[in-house]
């Protein structure tokens, strides 16, 4: 189909919480071309990230055209809707051109009888053991695991297709990109249940290009993996072989391709990502959280003076609000509270204890993922000093930009899509 708006096969997802970072996050995938591989950004920010930021979609539209425009960027880039549904896509439709409908919600509510049994009437050739190529054993999928899967999620993918349509009716057929994402929710969905979701979305009529399971394991914010990586590989490689089967087999997008809500800095399932997409010659679309604002916050307190006071400011807030910061996130941060230094200690360290305490590197021994989740979720503090943030990101730019590019690049882009 001409003229339908397609996701490269290789993408990644990045935050932008104060919309100030785009051109190092675009210099990051302008490096990736240079190593010979296209991997085209996608800023994703959610409705709840622009309420408690008091941003909106069209300035970070603005911050995506212009670093596109001051590097000379000539390959796609999109600004993805992120975790929408019916009530709060409205204002995203003018700035998006990505929306990931987010039915997290609508699993488990029951479906409609007659519906259940349309849908399992209608994959008759389902019901036996399917083989994948590239899946080891085939998966044994009888009515009742067919019809416990779809109890499960028909509900939740007939939402989508209703997003999906009052998304279409504004913006037009095959003008946006679709994922569908099931990630917040606590049960993982495993390779065979995924299989049967996608049916249900070929079903559905929904032009989806990534999809967003929920993977075992935990997937905390800005830290690396808890789980088991050797489990995640298999699964991983398994959902990617049901991906490919279900393009051909339902009449799938054929450039579908996972999507992985990672909340960053899974260091530990990089490499593994990057083998299984190498074995099926696969894409994937890597989505980020907003760690880049603590690169922000790295680059203040190694810029030193007022930067370093401020950061410190910030953490100092943050303890002081903990409780309240961390409620929104409870699923998906794990900050052990006696890890968190006292603010007074932290007013007296420099910028060489105050940077390292800070990022990713999980060799270094002054790392404290406690500080870094905590000063993860406290963006809200930063966002309410306002221009006296702003204007000292303006000031440290350089300093910041590098960290923001270095970080991107060397923590995520490469490990992921270069290897
Ligand atoms: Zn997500």
């Keep these: 189909m001409s003229g339908t708006l397609s996701l490269a096969k290789y993408s990644v997802g990045v935050g932008d919480r104060f919309a ?3 051109k190092p996050q675009l210099e990051a995938c302008r490096k990736a071309v240079q190593h010979g591989v296209e991997v085209v950004p996608v800023w994703n920010k959610s409705n709840r990230e622009h309420t408690i930021i008091g941003s909106t979609p069209a300035e970070t539209r603005a911050a ?42 609508m699993i488990g509510r029951p479906c409609e009888p007659a519906a259940l049994l349309g849908f399992l009437d209608g994959h008759p050739g389902m019901l036996a053991d399917v083989a994948v190529p ?11 695991f067919m019809a416990q899967v779809a109890n499960q999620y028909l509900a939740a993918v007939e939402e989508a297709a209703r997003v999906y349509r009052w998304i279409e009716e504004k913006k037009g057929r095959g003008r946006f990109i679709t994922e569908v994402s099931m990630d917040e929710t606590d049960s993982p969905q495993t390779p065979a249940v995924l299989l ?32 088991d ?6 699964e991983f490689s398994d959902d990617v072989a049901v991906v490919a089967y279900a393009i051909n087999r339902f009449g ?24 299984v997409l190498r074995k099926f010659n696969a894409g994937v ?39 309240d910061l961390c409620a929104p996130y409870a699923a998906v941060v794990n900050i052990d509270p006696a890890r968190l230094p006292a603010p007074a200690l932290v007013a007296r360290w420099s910028a ?10 999980p060799n270094c021994p002054l790392y404290n993922p406690s500080f870094r989740q905590l000063l993860h979720v406290a963006f809200k503090v930063a966002a309410k000093m306002g221009n006296r943030y702003l204007n000292l990101l303006s000031e440290m730019e350089t300093t910041i930009a590098k960290n923001v590019t270095g970080n991107l690049f060397d923590r995520h882009i490469k490990p992921v899509f270069i290897g």
């Design 252 to 275: 799938l997008p054929g450039g579908l391709k996972l999507s992985i809500h990672s909340g960053s800095d899974k260091f530990s399932l990089y490499g593994p990502i990057h083998q």
């Design 134 to 144: 590239g899946v080891a054993r085939p998966f044994r999928i009888d009515r009742a």
């Design 20 to 22: 100030h970072q785009a």
């Design 196 to 227: 049967v979701i996608l049916a249900a979305v070929a079903d559905a009529g929904i032009p989806i290009q990534t999809i967003a399971p929920k993977f075992s394991g935990r997937f905390d914010k800005g830290v690396d993996y808890e789980g």
């Design 352 to 361: 060489e204890e105050f940077v390292p305490a800070l990022r990713h590197d």
């Design 229 to 234: 990586v050797s489990v995640f590989a298999r």
């Design 64 to 105: 995506a055209d212009q670093a596109a425009k001051a590097l000379g960027w000539n390959l796609p880039y999109h600004v993805d809707a992120d975790h929408i549904n019916l009530k709060t896509a409205d204002r995203f439709i003018e700035a998006c051109d990505f929306f990931t409908i987010d039915v997290a919600d």
């Design 285 to 323: 679309h890597l989505k980020t959280a907003g760690t880049t604002w603590l690169e922000e916050l790295i680059g203040l307190a190694e810029a030193g003076g007022a930067g370093l006071d401020l950061a410190k400011e910030i953490y100092a807030e943050a303890y002081a609000q903990r409780q």
